[in-house]
């Protein structure tokens, strides 16, 4: 059995324990949050939030792309949210590489210049304070007055605010 065929048996567990039920596909806290794919974030837990209150966002980075402004637009003009919470965190893996530098690993390996941006940092609080300016300066999302900024320390497990 490898790892994946052991997470689907820890599913029917999980699914068995819960049995049927329906939420509603709208968050019922109208909250999006955009955070990191770090795995040492669970997002639910840190903030106390259960299954159906918010939707979560993550990337590399926590970083508002295109993709993030497509999915917010999409979670306030159809699903109902109305508040963004973004969350970076310390010992940031985007922090330990630079774009230069990966944009050429992965055209050196693949024959092809990425497409995509690949938006290392070396500042946490500096990249929410830019963060939170895409987010506001989007015409695609209408509800950018209610958007803040924190980081999360992987060590403490504290959220600390930052401000634009």
């Known amino acids: 059995m490898n ?20 939420l509603p596909v709208e968050p019922s806290r109208k909250l999006a949050i955009v955070t990191c794919m770090d795995s040492r974030i669970d997002t639910f837990a840190a903030l106390g939030l259960k ?25 306030q003009r159809k699903l109902g949210t109305r508040e963004v919470m973004l969350i970076h965190h310390t010992d940031c893996g985007m922090q330990k590489i630079t774009d230069d530098s990966f944009r050429a690993e992965l055209q050196r390996d693949t024959g092809t210049a990425p497409a995509f941006a690949i938006e290392s940092f070396s500042d946490v609080d500096a990249d929410v304070r830019q963060s939170i300016l895409r987010v506001r300066r989007s015409e695609f999302v209408p509800y950018r007055d209610a958007v803040r900024g924190f980081v999360y320390d992987v060590e403490s497990h504290r959220l600390r605010e930052v401000t634009a």
């Open 51 to 75: 299954d159906g209150e918010a939707h979560i966002l993550r990337n590399a980075g926590g970083v508002i792309t295109n993709d993030v402004i497509r999915s917010l637009a999409i979670s």
């Open 3 to 22: 790892f994946i065929d052991s997470l689907l048996a820890n599913n029917q567990a999980y699914a068995g324990k819960h049995g049927a039920g329906h």
